[in-house]
């Protein structure tokens, strides 16, 4: 598949969504997302929407809803995939970029309707509803600058960039710090803890350089 006039591949995943009983690959490339029929390969829709820098973050499927964001001071839109005649998809902006929902490196998460990630590389930490783009509220953390996120049990795990880890409860109306720690061999500026959080079978895992570091983190 081709799009005339993109701007080179993306750092971010592919994502599988489901249109009209459709299987639709969708994926954002250095030129902005776009959605691809996965058993001919055939291009159904594309957004323009071009980070100065790179598009590093996988976009957020809900349904027919695509939550796409990039840092370097563009942000975050969502858009609705419609299905067509002769299985074709259209897209419809539900709302457009915000620049208020950038996020750079670190990925966003969605729990519900809430999506949760850092502000670009600011170490501040938000929580916005998916459907409106409405922020929750926004936090600064204990460490600096790109944060990953991830949750598990009604917790949200925080990992910034210089190697600073921090746990607190899960929850739209605010984020309030329990406990944190730093991750040993963290804190070169050189080589940064970018790396997302991975959490399996009640452990989570980080990368640092090329060590993998495992935390025990359920109760039993």
Same mark, same amino acid.
């Given at each position: 598949?081709?799009?005339?006039?993109?701007?080179?591949?993306?750092?971010?995943?592919?994502?599988?969504?489901?249109? =009209?009983?459709?299987? /639709?690959?969708?994926?954002?490339?250095?030129?902005?997302?776009?959605?691809?029929?996965?058993?001919?390969?055939?291009?159904?829709w594309?957004?323009? *929407?071009? &980070?100065?820098?790179?598009?590093?973050p996988? &976009?957020?499927?809900?349904? #027919?809803?695509?939550?796409t964001?990039? =840092?370097?001071?563009?942000?975050?839109?969502?858009l609705?995939?419609?299905?067509?005649?002769?299985?074709?998809?259209?897209?419809?902006e539900?709302?457009?970029?915000?620049?208020?929902?950038?996020?750079?490196?670190?990925?966003?998460?969605? /729990?519900?309707?809430?999506?949760?990630?850092?502000?670009? #590389?600011?170490?501040? +930490?938000?929580?916005? #509803? *998916?459907?409106?783009?409405?922020?929750?509220?926004?936090?600064?953390?204990?460490?600096?600058?790109?944060?990953? /996120?991830?949750a598990? #049990?009604?917790?949200?795990?925080?990992?910034?960039?210089?190697?600073? /880890?921090? *746990?607190?409860? +899960?929850?739209?109306?605010?984020?309030?710090?329990?406990?944190?720690?730093?991750? &040993?061999?963290? =804190?070169?500026?050189?080589?940064?803890?970018?790396?997302?959080?991975?959490?399996?079978? =009640?452990?989570?895992?980080?990368?640092?350089?090329?060590?993998?570091?495992?935390?025990?983190?359920?109760?039993?």
């Amino acid at each position: 598949c081709v799009r005339p006039d993109d701007v080179g591949a993306g750092h971010s995943s592919i994502v599988i969504s489901h249109v =009209g009983g459709q299987k /639709v690959y969708v994926q954002n490339t250095g030129g902005g997302p776009m959605g691809i029929a996965a058993d001919s390969g055939q291009l159904l829709w594309s957004y323009d *929407m071009r &980070p100065p820098t790179a598009f590093i973050p996988t &976009p957020v499927i809900q349904d #027919d809803y695509v939550f796409t964001v990039a =840092g370097y001071k563009l942000g975050g839109a969502l858009l609705q995939q419609v299905p067509q005649a002769a299985g074709g998809v259209a897209i419809k902006e539900i709302y457009g970029v915000k620049s208020e929902l950038g996020n750079k490196h670190g990925g966003v998460i969605r /729990v519900g309707d809430q999506l949760y990630a850092g502000a670009e #590389d600011q170490n501040i +930490l938000y929580c916005a #509803d *998916m459907l409106t783009g409405e922020v929750r509220w926004k936090k600064r953390g204990s460490g600096a600058n790109s944060i990953a /996120v991830i949750a598990a #049990d009604g917790k949200l795990y925080v990992r910034f960039q210089n190697g600073v /880890v921090a *746990m607190g409860k +899960l929850d739209p109306d605010g984020f309030e710090e329990v406990s944190s720690f730093t991750t &040993p061999g963290s =804190g070169d500026s050189q080589q940064p803890s970018w790396a997302h959080p991975v959490i399996s079978n =009640g452990q989570l895992l980080l990368r640092e350089g090329d060590a993998i570091l495992c935390y025990r983190i359920s109760k039993s």
